[in-house]
């Protein structure tokens, strides 16, 4: 198995600008979930789905944010516009089911840099 | 809230040493808890986990044991290695009455381990 995978890796961009981050989760998989890592604030969850459909988004930050998942095997996670205070490694992370002993599989993270 | 603490880092050692990674917990149910293991420029790899009070999780010489009297999970490992060097996440996942997960992670702050020759 691939594992989950992201893209890109890093991004640099510039204030104002759109961004948009990838996954795709493992095949098979019914939840996948967007984690945010700062030294700050250490990792947040963002959101998560299950089945495609957003379950919980109380960690998205603020209407800059928004994510999608149009099918079973894409995710993006949108910034618009960025700012330099959502500089921060960005995790997305799948797991199979609700069962408790589930294991969440995460990503290489994308690293992205708003100046 | 449900939340998560560690203990501050970073934790220096040299190789051949015991390792203590304190974790305590607090939530409003009953949680499944985990540790994962960050290696510099890697994504958060699962280490082990513990579903229910006594029980023991282990890999790669690493333990934790779910105590539920005292609401931890201590990391321990006998002998360090240099590539044990990582940032160490404790974690929970809370499960309802059911059986069944909400799903969420909560996360500690994360210790930072380096191990030296």
């Known amino acids: 198995d691939a594992g989950v995978i992201q893209s890109p890796r890093h991004e640099v961009t510039e204030m104002g600008q759109e961004v948009t981050l990838r996954c795709k989760p493992i095949s098979g998989h019914d939840y996948l979930f967007w984690y945010r890592q700062t030294m700050m604030r250490g990792l947040e969850l963002l959101i998560y789905?299950?089945?495609?459909?957003?379950?919980?988004d109380s960690g998205m930050p603020e209407d800059r944010f928004s994510a999608k998942m149009p099918n079973a095997s894409f995710s993006t996670l949108k910034i618009q516009p960025s700012e330099p205070r959502d500089s921060a490694v960005y995790f997305c992370a799948s797991s199979r089911d609700r069962a408790s002993t589930d294991t969440q599989y995460f990503g290489p993270g994308t690293r992205l840099t708003v100046l | 809230g449900d939340s998560v603490t560690q203990m501050e880092g970073p934790v220096t050692l040299s190789e051949e040493a015991f390792l203590t990674i304190n974790c305590t917990y607090t939530?409003?149910?009953?949680?499944?808890l985990f540790w994962y293991v960050q290696y510099p420029g890697e994504g958060l790899q699962l280490l082990l986990k513990?579903?229910?009070?006594?029980d023991k999780g282990s890999n790669k010489g690493f333990e934790a044991t779910y105590r539920k009297e005292t609401t931890s999970f201590h990391l321990e490992k006998g002998s360090v290695q240099v590539s044990d060097s990582a940032v160490y996440f404790c974690a929970l996942r809370l499960i309802n009455a059911g059986g069944t997960s909400y799903g969420k992670l909560t996360f500690g702050q994360g210790t930072i381990l380096t191990v030296h020759p």
């Open positions: 513990a579903t229910k009070a006594d």
């Open positions: 939530a409003t149910g009953y949680p499944s």
């Open positions: 789905f299950n089945n495609n459909v957003p379950i919980d």
